[in-house]
């Protein structure tokens, strides 16, 4: 069974930075891309970041781009969201997700599993 969890999120100042974390088990990390979307509060969940089976190709969305870096750890299984230059409008619960297929990987149906979430509170 494939499990995904999440850590690292918490209340930060804007202009504070965080690590997320979300770490993997049940089948072979390394075959697969993985994701990061969030979901704030009365809104409907989005894309943020995803990264390839090899963590040689990576995309943002562009409310993200250049603050936030989507990278991964193989070899301990562990899928990272370095986030800097954080904003209110950072607020949200964070999800890790699995892919199941090649592809964008910006869209939910691509990925087969999904974290619990953590939340990321930025407060002004």
């Known amino acids: 069974q494939v499990q995904l969890v999440e850590s690292g999120g918490k209340l930060v100042q804007a202009g504070g930075s965080l690590r997320l974390s979300c770490a993997a088990s049940?089948?072979?990390?390394?075959?697969?891309?993985m994701g990061w979307f969030r979901q704030a509060p009365g809104k409907e969940r989005e894309f943020v970041a995803t990264?390839?089976?090899?963590?040689?190709?990576?995309y943002y969305a562009d409310s993200v781009k250049g603050r936030f870096t989507i990278s991964r750890d193989n070899a301990k299984s562990t899928l990272y969201l370095q986030m800097n230059n954080l904003k209110p409008e950072d607020t949200a619960a964070y999800y890790c997700?699995?892919?199941?297929?090649?592809?964008?990987?910006?869209?939910?149906?691509?990925?087969?599993?999904w974290g619990q979430g953590t939340q990321v509170t930025v407060s002004s």
């Open positions: 049940g089948r072979t990390f390394s075959l697969y891309g």
């Open positions: 990264i390839n089976w090899s963590g040689g190709s990576t």
């Open positions: 997700a699995s892919r199941k297929n090649a592809g964008s990987g910006r869209t939910e149906s691509e990925y087969d599993y």
